[in-house]
């Protein structure tokens, strides 16, 4: 079975024509033929979608928790590793704050190289 959406509607129409080419069936039997065709191609494809979007949550998932993922290490404690989550939250809000609307892009430059020393 295809994976490519876009592959799955060329091959539903390449079928669609060779069907229509049959010149011993009758119009009500290529109809039928081309509505079966259509269905399973319909499934295929909705399919296919739903396995994309599937895949691209499951990517930005594990690429928001790479980003976003405090590393810890190996800290001995539970009370350690809530500073380390602590420290970050501050960070970010300091970051934050100091570029939420700057005048300049060299300001919220200034900004965060204060920030950093």
């Excluded at 993922?69 to 001995?76: A, E, F, M, S, T």
Aim: hydrophobic share 40%; no cysteine.
């Amino acid at each position: 079975m295809a994976t490519d959406p876009a592959e799955i509607l060329n091959r539903r129409n390449a079928e669609v024509a060779q069907i229509r080419g049959y010149v011993d069936l009758t119009e009500e039997a290529k109809e039928r033929r081309i509505a079966e065709v259509n269905e399973r191609a319909q499934t295929q494809y909705v399919e296919a979608r739903e396995a994309a979007e599937r895949k691209r949550t499951e990517r930005l998932q594990r690429t928001k928790t790479a980003v976003f993922r405090v590393p810890v290490g190996n800290v001995p404690s539970e009370a350690e590793a809530a500073q380390i989550h602590a420290a970050f939250r501050r960070a970010f809000s300091e970051v934050l704050s100091a570029t939420a609307s700057p005048e300049s892009p060299h300001q919220a430059q200034e900004k965060l190289e204060e920030i950093m020393a």
